[in-house]
């Protein structure tokens, strides 16, 4: 696991273009993103990184089909051909939304040996895809979306996600990463949705960081009683919290914050719980390479 | 597995009070019951079963603690009174909510021996406790609330739920049990949330029902996609269709409707899809043994 990011450094120069540019394939596994998205990135990424970023949009960011922005064969093929491409040094999810585990086996059947030589970067509902990845020994990291520019201030996030994958900064890491130890990140839901799948990875040892949005506090503290029930899971260094956000509100009241919630479920599954995480479905949302970064 | 119901129906013998009525314990390791409920149940059987049933509401019913009826301890409490009375037949938990997942470490070191004498029937949140019970050797059934009583139609819910308990009557029944192979019957949502826990049952050879409410289409999806790439529930006889009621609205439309996404979910998987299930959270809910009733 160490050497995990000293290994990815050395082989950034396959994923860099004739220019000199650190090429960056984006899909879109769950949701489609709208295409002024895409030139918004496009701009920033020339602006702020000179021309050392070169970002490829496939053309299946951009279709609809019902929920999804294509259907599975469709994101699971554009997938397989940014991934198996051995001049991208990335391949970055454009959005979440749903549709990241509806084409995992696809996904994992077609992957070939350049899908190993590049890293794999989102969050939310592409966590379905981080943790498969990661399992079957692809370097992956928690990372702000493309999408993620049209939030208020997005465009510090998706600079963010751009200084991790063209210049490894560390400043683009989560804070409390310690280059020590393995960790991990993933919103609470779509952890739950993993636990005694073919798609979880062995997390022992890891920091792992949870996240949520728009959940009730019942329904926390629910997903709480699941993922710490899990053998594997109480086999992890710790759990660390990142924001939960846009909580409706719960009649009758709860009676405990998130943090209370988190730190019960902690406790009473002896998993040791270690503060705070910055990561949450927001512009301050920073980068977690799975692993030991 | 076979024989478990006719075990059932000797040993009932042991719950019936003085005056030969069955004796039925009601406590709630959800959400809190109001007393009007419980007074028009009392009533109801009354009438039904002519003084056949005793219907004994634990006071912890009526406790109110932020969403619970009564914190963790006392629920816990409660439901381990009446498990650990060899007078009650049958546990019936008051109603649904959210809470049961939350006892059930302390209510599983705390069964005795009279806990396996008798049956324990609720659904939805209850759910929890069903499987783990199941897990560890007691009878279960997937049952109407007292509580629904409070529903249009209602009364017929709780008569049938009574009807069984009293007479086992196999007009109570989901009628698709055929008495010969073994069932099983959970909402999705908490199935999703056992999966990977050490309260899971081994459902292998089962007919497993699922019912769901208030889940929008994208989170059916999602939960099918958990339950049905999970190991063991790929060792079921085959799954049945309860109602999924109550679906919020889809942006952007889904494409498919709940019928069409879990049989595309069991034809992905190899479960086999049987048809329909007449459960869900309605009126016209109805019971089912788990393993061979």
Same mark, same amino acid.
């Given at each position: ?41 496009? =701009? ?7 021309? !050392? ?6 053309? =299946? ?34 959005? *979440?939304?749903?549709?990241? &585990? ?9 992957? &070939? ?8 970067? *989102? ?27 049209? !939030? ?97 509100? %719960? ?33 301050? %949302? ?8």
């Amino acid at each position: 696991m160490a050497g995990r990011y000293k290994r990815k450094v050395r082989r950034t120069s396959e994923g860099l273009n004739s220019l000199g540019k650190v090429k960056i394939g984006v899909v879109a596994p769950a949701a489609r993103l709208h295409p002024e998205t895409a030139e918004r990135v496009t =701009q920033l990424a020339a602006t702020a990184f000179q021309g !050392r970023a070169e970002i490829v949009f496939h053309p =299946q960011c951009f279709l609809s089909a019902g929920h999804f922005a294509g259907d599975d064969e469709t994101r699971a093929a554009a997938f397989l051909e940014f991934a198996n491409d051995p001049s991208f040094a990335h391949v970055w999810f454009a959005r *979440g939304g749903y549709g990241s &585990g509806r084409i995992l086996p696809r996904v994992l059947n077609g992957l &070939g040996g350049a899908a190993k030589d590049k890293s794999y970067l *989102g969050y939310s509902d592409g966590g379905f895809l981080l943790a498969a990845l990661y399992r079957s020994g692809h370097r992956v990291a928690h990372s702000p979306f493309p999408h993620e520019i049209r !939030r208020s201030g997005g465009d510090a996030a998706v600079t963010r996600a751009l200084a991790w994958m063209v210049d490894q900064s560390r400043d683009a890491l989560e804070p409390s990463i310690d280059g020590k130890h393995p960790v991990a990140a993933f919103n609470l839901t779509i952890l739950s949705k993993l636990i005694g799948t073919p798609w979880m990875p062995d997390l022992a040892g890891h920091v792992v960081m949870i996240e949520e949005v728009s959940e009730h506090l019942y329904a926390i503290d629910r997903l709480m009683v699941h993922i710490t029930s899990n053998e594997g899971m109480r086999k992890i260094a710790g759990l660390r919290m990142g924001r939960m956000s846009d909580v409706p509100e %719960n009649d009758p009241p709860f009676g405990q914050t998130p943090e209370e919630i988190v730190r019960h479920w902690c406790a009473a599954s002896g998993i040791a719980f270690l503060g705070p995480a910055d990561i949450g479905h927001d512009a301050a %949302n920073t980068v977690v390479p799975f692993g030991v970064p």
